[in-house]
Each structure stands twice: as structure tokens, then as C-alpha cells.
């Protein structure tokens, strides 16, 4: 895709690509692709380290032109994943961390696995506690086996809360396990 994006041929692209990663711009979240009897998405998805440089970009220089830019969503996600690798490499411990996606597009942020413990999680930019937001975790939970208490919505709200059917823990506030 990139490489249509930028007219480029696709070894030039995947030269580039791994130049950023050497560089440590950019990494690439792998999928989980365990059997679940469904079509799932297998190529990995692409983020950078630093939310500053994708701003820069993407032509964001303040704080009020990121509250209304459409890849708000995706510049939050971005955050939270590469804060977990950072965190991981930081405590000289290896990622362990994946995405979920299946050919009707339910799709699963962020999956850690720590001591044979599956944890999903849904990053959502919004400042409100919505069910909705758990809906595509339910749904991974009921493939998986994954238990209702490891669902995490991680969101740009003022408050936490733990449910019997899934948390919600403010980008802030977010400890993820060893």
C-alpha cells in the first residue's frame, strides 16, 4: 500500500521502511494470528516512537489543532503503543505485543501476552466512558477464551474504572503487567 501510496516500487519502500526501524523512528506491531476459524489480517501495522514527529508531519504545531485533526484517534494510538515498547525496552524486557484484526474488520488495538496471560486492549482518543468502546473486545473474548478482566479500553478521560466485563483505565493511569 505504501509503496502505490508514494508511486515507489516495493523493494525501495521496504529499504526505506527498514531504515526507520534501524533509526528506531518507526516499528512495526506484529498481528496475532492464532486460529480463531476466521480470515485474519497478517501484515504488521506501522508506528513511530515519537507522536512529535508524526504531529510534525502531519502538519500539527498545537495542541488545539490535534483536538480537532482526523487522525486524532490514530496519533493517541500511537502514543499508547509506543509508551508500552518503550516501557518494555526500557526495563530491558522484550515486547510482547500484537494486534488483532479478521476479514469483517473487529479488530483488537493492543494484545500483550506476559507469563501465558493475554491481555487486550482498545485505545480510544474520546473522554468519555463508552460501552461501545467494549463491544470489539467482548467479541476477541469470546473467540479467545481471553478472560473479561483482561479487557482494557484505555482513553483520554478523567477517571478508571474496573468492571466484571471489562476496564477502563486512563491513558495516565496505565500499568501494563509484567
Known amino acids: 500500500e505504501l509503496a502505490n501510496a508514494s508511486m515507489l516500487s516495493v523493494p525501495t519502500v521496504r ?3 527498514s531504515i526507520l526501524k534501524q533509526s528506531y523512528l518507526i516499528f512495526e ?8 476459524s476466521k480470515r485474519l489480517v497478517k501484515s504488521p501495522k506501522l508506528y513511530f516512537y515519537d507522536t512529535g514527529i508524526l504531529c510534525y508531519l502531519l502538519g500539527i504545531e498545537t495542541a488545539e489543532q490535534l483536538q480537532s ?11 499508547v503503543v509506543s509508551e508500552y515498547m518503550k516501557t518494555r525496552f526500557f526495563s530491558a524486557k522484550t515486547p510482547s505485543a ?12 493492543m494484545l500483550t501476552e506476559h507469563a501465558g496471560v493475554l491481555k487486550a486492549y ?11 468502546y467494549l463491544k470489539g473486545l467482548r467479541k476477541f473474548a469470546e473467540l479467545s477464551g481471553i478472560s473479561l478482566q483482561d ?18 483505565v486512563r491513558y495516565d493511569e496505565v500499568h501494563f503487567e509484567e
Open 15 to 17: 529499504a526505506w521502511i
Open 151 to 168: 479487557l482494557y479500553c484505555i482513553y483520554a478521560g478523567d477517571r478508571s474504572f474496573r468492571g466484571e466485563t471489562g476496564n477502563f
Open 69 to 79: 485533526h482526523p487522525s486524532r484517534g490514530a496519533i493517541f494510538e500511537t502514543l
Open 98 to 109: 500484537y494486534f488483532w484484526r479478521d476479514s469483517n474488520q473487529n479488530e483488537i488495538d
Open 122 to 132: 482498545e485505545i480510544k482518543a474520546g473522554n468519555t466512558m463508552d460501552q461501545k
Open 29 to 36: 506491531l506484529p498481528p496475532y494470528y492464532n486460529n480463531f
